[in-house]
T-cell receptor, first 115, second 111 residues
């Protein structure tokens, strides 16, 4: 069974440009999470989808970040326009149905560098 | 908002020595999970604790959940070089489905 896959693995963009990150969760997983790790610091929660609905987006830093999960399958996270402080590793994770006590499976992450 | 702190931030040990990382939440948790991230890798699930005072073991790893469900610890007995990486706890507060990650403890094992 395929794990959580993220694309691209690395992205280098200039300040002001737009980048879209993609996450394909494990098939059948209703829960999809986006996290970000900046400069080796803690892994910060960004948002949580249940199927196609945003359950919790309290961690989204500002309106330059837009996450979607059309059809409840894969998700995209768009940063527009990108700023230097957006650099970091963006992780996506998925877990099974609406039960909090299930493990999350993480993707390999997308390393975003804004120059 | 909910915060989860871990100590120490870094730990260097000689191979064969023991290692412990501690996780403290500002709020009572419904459950807590532990993850390990190897350098350049992604977080990999290790274990989940749910009950107050719960203790679980995985070979050389011992995980504890505090009685008040606000703290947890991970203890590694006789570390090996394969134990290197960053260990994160992730706590979930009641009524939410999101996990707040701790600040992580980076472990280096010297051969």
């Amino acid at each position: 069974e395929a794990g959580v896959t993220q694309f691209p693995s690395h992205s280098v963009i200039e300040k002001g440009q737009t980048v879209t990150l993609r996450c394909d969760p494990i098939s059948g997983h209703d829960n999809l999470y986006w996290y970000r790790r900046v400069m080796g610091k803690e892994i910060k929660f960004l948002l949580h989808f249940v199927k196609e609905s945003k359950q919790d987006e309290s961690g989204m830093p500002n309106n330059r970040f837009l996450a979607e999960r059309t059809g409840g399958t894969y998700s995209t996270l768009k940063v527009q326009p990108a700023e230097l402080e957006d650099s970091g590793v963006y992780f996506c994770a998925s877990s099974q149905a609406m039960a909090g006590n299930t493990e999350a499976f993480f993707g390999q992450g997308t390393r975003l560098t804004v120059v | 908002g909910q915060q989860v702190m871990q100590i120490p931030q870094y730990q260097h040990v000689q191979e064969g020595e023991d290692f412990t990382t501690y996780c403290n939440s500002s709020t009572t948790l419904s459950n807590i999970q532990w993850y390990k991230q190897r350098p350049g890798g992604h977080p990999v699930f290790l274990i989940q604790l749910v009950k107050s005072g719960e203790v679980k073991k995985q070979k050389r790893l011992t995980f504890q959940f505090g009685e008040a469900k606000k703290n947890s610890s991970l203890h590694i007995t006789a570390t090996q070089t394969t134990d290197v990486g960053t260990y994160f706890c992730a706590g979930r507060a009641s009524g939410t489905y999101k996990y707040i990650f701790g600040t992580g403890t980076r472990l280096k094992v010297l051969a």
